[in-house]
């Protein structure tokens, strides 16, 4: 199985993983701009007419393609939380909220600080890791009203962490998270 490339704007702004084909395309149309990293894939393709020659491109793990700019844009944009909690949990480091223990995935749930019932909303900044007691015990109140404060405090991913928490576990190469790694804003739990 191929790794997944990360794929730059011109300007170095981390915007998305892409597979090994499309950045094949990226490769075969002279879009790439500039490239890091060892190569992580060598594609073979037919054997020309005229030179008797086979084909080959040589994939990096990181690539920027030429066109506009989209740096200002990506920056801007808040990544999404959506209804597969592994980005959450992975932001949290799979630790519950309340008792600060370390759980599975398959342990922890969806807490909503402001409970949906009370006007809480499915935010990066209303949200934590829980472990089933815990969000239970909670319940529908505030964690002041429930006498269980928070340990640590929810934060919006930046770029950066949002294209890290993406990324299949164990699936992003050493020069990709070295590169990512380099970006992460100071606060960031994803830096240890």
């Not at 790439?32 to 894939?41: I, L, P």
């Not at 992975?90 to 969806?110: I, K, P, S």
């Amino acid at each position: 199985m191929w790794p997944s490339v990360l794929k730059l704007d011109i300007s170095g702004i981390p915007e998305a993983w892409i597979d090994v084909e499309e950045a094949a395309h990226y490769y075969a149309t002279d879009s790439v701009a500039y490239s890091y990293g060892e190569v992580c894939a060598t594609l073979h393709g037919g054997i020309s007419r005229l030179t008797s020659r086979r084909s080959v491109i040589d994939v990096h793990p990181i690539l920027a393609v030429r066109g506009h700019c989209v740096a200002s844009r990506l920056l801007r944009a808040q990544p999404r939380l959506t209804r597969l909690n592994d980005k959450l949990f992975r932001r949290d480091r799979m630790t519950c909220a309340y008792c600060g223990q370390v759980f599975t995935a398959a342990e922890l749930e969806r807490e909503h600080i402001l409970p949906f019932s009370r006007g809480g909303r499915d935010t990066w900044m209303n949200v934590v890791s829980a472990c089933r007691p815990c969000n239970q015990r909670k319940a529908n109140k505030t964690p002041e009203e429930a006498r269980m404060p928070l340990l640590y405090v929810p934060y919006v991913p930046s770029r950066w962490e949002d294209l890290i928490l993406q990324a299949r576990k164990g699936h992003v190469l050493g020069d990709q998270m070295d590169f990512l790694r380099a970006g992460l804003p100071a606060h960031s739990r994803l830096a240890a």
